[in-house]
């Protein structure tokens, strides 16, 4: 007498639910390093802008001004353009770098990169647009602090000179 050979409906069910969850690991994983890159984009901007804005503070004895003012390129922080005396950092780019960035994930009209200079001392923003820090590692720069961020200091990177680390 032969004998059927085959997998029942049990093991069938098993090896669909193995598959679910390990595929949900996978595309959770994919996530956070999306994510881990973006952050990782953002802070290799930010230390691009600081060397430039470096090669343009030897060469003028100051750095772009806003009048204290923060200029970015979302609407809420004037819809400054990527390089010119109207860009974000005015007068920096195309000379000291070709482009000014602009940030990967860009939220709303008001999260992207900030600068805020009145000549003497700078801070470069990365507002609300951070989605991988987490304080307790301490990895990144550190958030933003009371007054330059009004909503969300979790999702902001500050980049500064020494003068404008109360800003």
């Known amino acids: 007498m032969k004998t059927l050979r085959g997998f029942t409906l049990i093991e069938l069910l098993v090896v669909i639910a193995i598959i679910g969850i390990l595929s949900s690991v996978v595309l959770t994983s994919l996530s956070t390093a999306g994510k881990k890159a ?42 400054h353009d990527t390089s010119g005396s109207n860009g974000w950092v005015p007068n920096l780019a195309p000379k000291y770098i070709t482009t000014l960035p602009l940030d ?29 820090y987490n304080q307790a590692t301490n990895k990144w720069p550190r958030p933003a602090k009371n007054g330059v961020s009004p909503n969300s200091y979790e999702n902001d990177f500050a980049f500064y000179t020494n003068g404008a680390s109360g800003w």
């Open 38 to 79: 973006d952050d990782a984009k953002r802070l290799a901007e930010m230390q691009q802008l600081q060397k430039a804005l470096s090669l343009y503070y030897d060469d003028n004895g100051v750095y772009p001004t806003t009048s204290n003012a923060w200029w970015g390129n979302c609407s809420n922080f004037g819809s």
């Open 104 to 132: 990967p994930k860009p939220i709303g009209n008001g999260g992207c990169y900030l600068y805020q200079s009145n000549g003497k001392d700078y801070m470069l923003l990365v507002y609300q647009t951070v989605e991988s």
